[in-house]
């Protein structure tokens, strides 16, 4: 038996032009067989066949557009990079196999030996680094600074700086960059400005509408929402994607398929869930700050934040990320940590799951204890991402921490 296509019957490409976020969500990207489909399509092949010998040479030649090896060229990754494009507002994207992936095949596409960076302190550890031993290795130098201190920014810039890197709001303490400022301090000195959005995803902030060249997701985070896979990808103009994807090619740090797939349906109800996100996280902090164990709310949606008028201007929201310092040290923050009975104890943010860590023996472990304190990671410091749990059940079980304190 042979399945034909219904190639008889014509389904017009969806019009999105000036569509919102929430519907570009659900409809962009999609690429639709002649099967006619309604669900996006995965297709788990690392090859692709010819009519011909001809027209194999054609495709690999870059003489005719289409599919030749899942390395570089896939339809179901194609189609999750087309979304997260429309959806950030970018001309193109790259998914790479990991949002540390995503990072390096940018450095090492768009850098060389003699270049140097100015990173914001407050990444990602495994960020940190990646600029400050490997990046290093091949010659690329990198500088941090306080990512709110725009002096230092200034101060930092030299002759040879290409790129400005940060992540707004920073993990875990939530500062939140001037994306302006910082884009046009990147222009005047040729520099390529590239923001890490993980936390806020397109949802709640766009920053190449404020000024950034480059935009990198840990697809891993919001954009999946349940903690399945493990991706990345960067988004911006084809002028520079075009270097990533060589880079890509030839390197191999790719996304799978299924991955891909994943990933689609994340993004299909990325927009409800970063609102319930968002909810639950303000709503937690401000209880935090009413706790006599609790020394400080690291989040920029609380009136205390000092960047918070900044972050109502340039988001949508807050997010769904929290910090917070309890009395005592590394002792008092694994009690309580290890108090609560529904919140599970990994590092992995952006999970529907409520998740509890200890940046300074965790996601930041493998700083010098001077980064660390530069950086803010103190040994009290436990980070919070909210997941969509119901909000009074979330406070049952941190209040089984602020017990474990007392006691």
């Not at 011909?52 to 495709?59: M, W």
């Not at 109800?269 to 609790?294: K, Y």
């Not at 599970?344 to 999970?351: F, K, R, V």
Request: net charge negative; with cysteine; hydrophobic share 40%.
């Amino acid at each position: 038996m042979t399945f034909s296509r219904e190639e008889h019957l014509w389904i017009p490409e969806s019009d999105l032009e000036g569509m919102s976020v929430d519907t570009l969500a659900v409809r962009a990207g999609q690429i639709r067989t002649g099967q006619l489909e309604h669900s996006d399509a995965i297709f788990p092949t690392s090859s692709f066949v010819y009519g011909s010998a001809a027209q194999a040479a054609a495709r690999f030649g870059g003489e005719e557009p289409g599919n030749i090896y899942s390395r570089f060229t896939n339809p179901t990754v194609q189609a999750f990079e087309a979304r997260i494009a429309a959806m950030e507002g970018g001309e193109k994207a790259v998914a790479t196999a990991s949002g540390m992936a995503a990072i390096l095949s940018t450095c090492m596409a768009l850098l060389q030996s003699g270049d140097h960076v100015i990173c914001s302190r407050g990444v990602f550890g495994t960020t940190n680094v990646l600029f400050q031993k490997y990046m290093a290795r091949f010659g690329v130098e990198t500088s941090f600074v306080s990512l709110t201190d725009l002096d230092a920014w200034r101060g930092a810039v030299r002759p040879e700086t290409r790129m400005l890197f940060i992540e707004t709001p920073s993990n875990p303490l939530c500062e939140v960059a001037d994306m302006a400022a910082l884009s046009e301090l990147s222009r005047a000195n040729d520099a390529l400005f590239v923001v890490d959005n993980c936390f806020c995803t397109p949802v709640l902030q766009r920053p190449l509408e404020q000024g950034a060249d480059l935009i990198i997701h840990s697809a891993t985070k919001y954009l999946d929402g349940q903690g399945r896979c493990v991706g990345g990808v960067v988004v911006g103009p084809a002028k520079y994607l075009d270097e990533i994807y060589g880079f890509l090619r030839s390197a191999g740090p790719t996304m799978s398929p299924f991955n891909a797939w994943v990933f689609q349906k994340g993004l299909e109800t990325l927009p409800i869930r970063m609102r319930a996100h968002c909810d639950n996280a303000l709503e937690l902090a401000r209880w935090l700050e009413g706790q006599p164990q609790v020394t400080r709310v690291f989040y920029a949606g609380l009136a205390s934040h000092p960047q918070h008028e900044l972050a109502r201007k340039q988001q949508d929201g807050f997010g769904g990320v929290l910090s917070f310092q309890v009395k005592g040290e590394r002792e008092e923050a694994w009690r309580f940590i290890d108090a609560t009975r529904m919140i599970s104890i990994t590092a992995n943010l952006g999970d529907v799951k409520t998740t509890i860590t200890h940046p300074a023996t965790t996601t930041h472990g493998r700083l010098s204890p001077e980064d660390k304190e530069k950086a803010g990671i103190t040994e009290n410091l436990i980070r919070l991402s909210v997941g969509i749990e119901a909000i009074d059940d979330l406070k049952t079980d941190l209040a089984r921490g602020f017990q474990a304190l007392k006691d």
